[in-house]
């Protein structure tokens, strides 16, 4: 059956091609860099996906993990033909030993010929004994490594799985899964348009996500999240699916949630309780990360994080899957709660688990605790407790490094490069073993003092002999590991030579201000208060593209005068007037009756 494409606009991403109902252009957004796509197909089936920016660097860490598998495939290759050739040089060994000739069987060779013959051929043998043992590793263990195969669990129009199909080399099957009819219709549609590459790696199917992942248990070596809200109902198949080795690719878009807007929704989702500090948006990767981790623990597995990402509107996350029972164990190191101060900014971190070492065994054993008393030591007011967050890092800067080149040197394959590449050069230079982050502003905020320039507060810390970094959540955050009372002895510091104005006892500047700093600052200019990226003015924090810039509406919903704040009031009157357009003759009929009536 041939498409007529007439009936369709044609919207081109990368190297992707999907046809788009011409009728229904009204939530569409022209493809551009950092401009987030909404599709409408014909039976008024939405689309939605993150963005441009979330397919091209999903598409850099896929480049990315292909070669990595490879090499290590090759390396486990190489690790079992060694220890193959090392268990039969030692068994070669043994049989030598045992069979070498004492008193006796030097007597009974001169007496019997054949025996003496005999013995001679088997020591002469050797290398028959070491290829058996090869032979039966080689069998047993990988063989040929096969192309990877990709799940997209949630394809709607199939535009993400044919990026991948089309653009990511060395890929294999990728499954475009969807329950909707009308989506599943419109993602064949496009496989076709697409041509045979597509046809031949895409295969869309219809099936629930949920029931499909849990039918095809460590079958694929890429499953990509990204669904419409919450990923969580997803999440306990998905992490059954990934072959050991794997990679999740997750969304969530939930943020509302997943901030403290609504930590009980965010508790019976996620099983953590979010804080609202200036570090939600990290803290949401961190609460997402944990969440995984506690699914895949669950089967024996566990999850290394290659890169988590917090973008416009949403965060999404990179992780590995491996299993080890024993790898398992080292999880509630990697968790802490977050004690945050009602009033001021400090917060500390309190570890689940610790580990005690002994005669060469690990015992895994509760964290000390705990460690903040009833009342905050800076300001005197009580703490906010949530959590438990993932406190491990959250990238692989070895990970991050490689993306990077890759799409330095592919500049042209990617629709959203400039952002894409300030992402990454950020967190490139973020401090991998720092939980969550300062805001200097809240800082002085609630010393209500002038603030400090970032180059000056971040002098002070580095002479304080504390490490200091930006953080790609927030243009205004900074990452250290300096204790909060070195930081409110910085600032106490600061405002000895730029006074304020005198504050209420009672509030939280006053009594933090009214001691004196055990450390004196030192504000003079260090070497390294400037990242690499800001000394060479790359661009790191980009500006929105455009107004009312959101997620847009879920698929099915009607648009009202209400969604104006969300969509702008060009696209409200658009998609009203076009609904006016599309209502049945019998409803008009139907309506022109009653008011007759």
């Not at 965010?266 to 969440?291: D, N, Q, T, V």
């Not at 990179?318 to 999880?331: D, E, L, Q």
């Not at 969300?566 to 022109?592: C, F, I, M, W, Y």
Request: glycine share 6%; aromatic share 6%; net charge neutral.
């Amino acid at each position: 059956m041939s498409i007529d494409v007439s009936d369709y606009s044609i919207i081109k991403e990368g190297e992707a091609e999907i046809l788009m109902h011409a009728k229904n252009e009204v939530f569409y957004n022209k493809t551009q860099e950092l401009i987030d796509e909404t599709y409408e197909f014909a039976a008024g089936v939405q689309v939605f996906g993150s963005g441009v920016n979330n397919r091209d660097i999903s598409i850099a860490v896929l480049r990315a993990f292909i070669p990595k598998r490879k090499q290590e495939h090759e390396a486990k290759l190489s690790k079992r033909t060694k220890a193959a050739k090392k268990v039969s040089e030692e068994d070669a060994s043994e049989l030598l030993a045992e069979e070498a000739p004492t008193g006796s069987d030097i007597h009974d060779e001169k007496s019997n010929g054949e025996c003496a013959v005999q013995k001679e051929t088997s020591l002469d043998e050797p290398h028959c004994i070491s290829e058996e043992p090869i032979g039966t590793m080689d069998e047993k263990g990988p063989g040929e490594l096969k192309p990877p195969r990709v799940l997209e669990a949630l394809s709607a129009s199939g535009l993400r799985a044919l990026r991948y199909a089309r653009e990511v080399e060395g890929i294999g099957q990728v499954v475009a899964l969807d329950n909707d009819k009308v989506s599943v219709e419109a993602c064949r549609r496009n496989i076709k348009f697409n041509g045979s590459v597509a046809s031949s790696k895409v295969d869309s199917q219809l099936a629930d996500a949920r029931v499909y992942m849990l039918t095809h248990p460590k079958e694929f070596d890429v499953v990509d999240l990204d669904p419409y809200g919450s990923p969580s109902v997803f999440l306990d198949s998905a992490v059954q699916c990934v072959a050991d080795g794997g990679i999740l690719m997750c969304t969530a878009t939930d943020m509302a949630v997943l901030c403290g807007g609504n930590g009980e929704a965010c508790y019976s989702k996620y099983g953590s309780y979010p804080l609202r500090g200036k570090y939600c948006h990290e803290m949401a990767l961190r609460i997402l990360l944990a969440s995984i981790e506690s699914h895949a623990n669950r089967y024996k597995r566990y999850i290394v994080p290659v890169l988590s990402v917090q973008m416009d509107f949403y965060v999404r996350v990179f992780v590995r899957i491996y299993t080890s029972a024993s790898a398992m164990k080292n999880t509630p190191l990697k968790l802490s709660y977050v004690y945050q101060c009602t009033s001021c900014d400090s917060f500390h971190l309190q570890p689940i688990g610790r580990t005690i070492s002994k005669n060469n065994s690990v015992r895994y054993l509760p964290g000390f605790g705990p460690v903040v008393p009833q009342e905050c030591s800076d300001c005197g007011k009580k703490f906010n407790m949530g959590g438990p967050i993932w406190s491990a890092p959250i990238h692989d800067q070895e990970w991050v490094t490689s993306i990077l080149a890759d799409v330095k040197s592919m500049k042209d394959s990617y629709p959203a490069y400039n952002r894409i590449v300030a992402v990454l050069t950020t967190i490139s230079e973020e401090l991998p073993d720092v939980p969550l982050f300062l805001s200097l502003h809240n800082l002085c905020a609630t010393l209500k003092c002038t603030s400090p320039s970032a180059v000056i507060f971040r002098s002070a810390v580095l002479n304080a002999g504390y490490r200091i970094s930006g953080t790609h959540v927030n243009p205004l955050g900074m990452k250290t590991d300096a204790p909060m009372d070195v930081i409110w002895d910085i600032m106490r510091c600061w405002v000895k030579n730029h006074p304020v104005k005198a504050q209420q006892p009672d509030q939280s500047g006053s009594v933090i201000l009214a001691k004196e700093p055990v450390l004196q600052a030192n504000f003079a200019r260090a070497v390294a208060s400037l990242s690499k990226a800001q000394t060479k003015k790359v661009a790191r924090f980009l500006p929105n593209p455009e107004r009312h810039w959101g997620p847009k509406l879920r698929a099915g919903r009607q648009v009202t005068s209400k969604h104006v704040s969300l969509l702008g009031p060009d696209a409200v009157n658009g998609s009203r007037n076009h609904q006016e357009d599309e209502e049945p003759n019998s409803k008009r009929q139907k309506t022109d009756q009653a008011a007759v009536a």
